[in-house]
């Protein structure tokens, strides 16, 4: 299973960005994905996560009403839009896959395959 994040860069603080994670190699439709960051000196952390059908999404409290996660199940892509940018979001923001339950969720031991990240860098 491939993950390929891309979307990352320089943004302005209050600007918007929208981050892509392609999957091939499992039936996207039957995967939870969700979206973690780490900041430079810090541990990686849950931002956001999304079901099979994108029905159901569940968000970090620290990023609710900024950030939406959505995915196109054709284009086997989960993308996560971020708006009102600030300093404090500049991270490397990683997606991940689990196979195996089919609910959003922040447990980050429970996903099984990552991509390899994208920078995103907020300027003050």
């Known amino acids: 299973v491939q993950l390929q994040v891309s979307g990352g860069g320089l943004v302005q603080t209050g600007g918007s960005l929208r981050l892509s994670c392609v999957v091939w190699?499992?039936?996207?439709?039957?995967?939870?994905m969700g979206w973690f960051r780490q900041a430079p000196g810090k541990e990686r952390e849950f931002v956001a996560a999304?079901?099979?059908?994108?029905?159901?999404?569940y968000y970090a409290d620290s990023v609710k009403g900024r950030f939406t996660v959505s995915r196109d199940n054709a284009k086997n892509t989960v993308y996560l839009q971020i708006h009102s940018l600030k300093p404090e979001d500049t991270a490397v923001y990683y997606c991940?896959?689990?196979?195996?339950?089919?609910?959003?969720?922040?447990?980050?031991?429970?996903?099984?395959?990552w991509g390899l990240g994208t920078l995103v860098t907020v300027s003050s």
């Open positions: 991940a896959a689990d196979a195996t339950r089919s609910l959003p969720h922040g447990k980050e031991y429970e996903y099984d395959y």
């Open positions: 190699g499992r039936t996207f439709s039957r995967l939870v």
């Open positions: 999304i079901s099979w059908s994108g029905g159901h999404t």
